[in-house]
């Protein structure tokens, strides 16, 4: 079985920085499809970034680019979500999701078979 754990996420003032991190197990990490979505209260989760599995293919949602960037270290069994600027609008939980052998990057949630629990960011103003 996969299993992701997210971790990295905290209570930051709007123009602070976080970097979350998502860890794998259970699987081979470097043949994953890894994206980030988040959910903010009373709102559908929403795509945030996509990476394949050698790091050479990324796709940000509009909403993120510029702040957000997405990289991941197969030797780490990791893929990271670097957070600049954060504003309070990005305040939400923030999930991994996986796809083992996935070569498309799609942005729909129903693409990805694994998901860890989430990790909360808050954003303060």
């Known amino acids: 079985q996969v299993q992701l754990v997210e971790s990295g996420g905290g209570l930051v003032q709007a123009g602070g920085s976080l970097r979350l991190s998502c860890e794998a197990s259970?699987?081979?990490?470097?043949?994953?499809?890894v994206a980030w979505f988040r959910q903010a209260p009373g709102k559908e989760r929403e795509f945030v970034a996509v990476i394949n599995r050698s790091g050479t293919n990324i796709d940000y949602a509009e909403s993120v680019k510029g702040r957000f960037s997405i990289s991941r270290d197969n030797a780490k069994n990791t893929v990271y979500l670097q957070i600049n600027n954060l504003k309070p609008e990005d305040t939400a939980v923030y999930y991994c999701?996986?796809?083992?052998?996935?070569?498309?990057?799609?942005?729909?949630?129903?693409?990805?078979?694994?998901w860890g629990q989430g990790t909360q960011v808050t954003v303060s103003s």
């Open positions: 999701a996986a796809k083992p052998y996935g070569i498309l990057l799609r942005r729909i949630q129903d693409w990805y078979d694994y």
């Open positions: 259970g699987g081979t990490f470097s043949t994953y499809l």
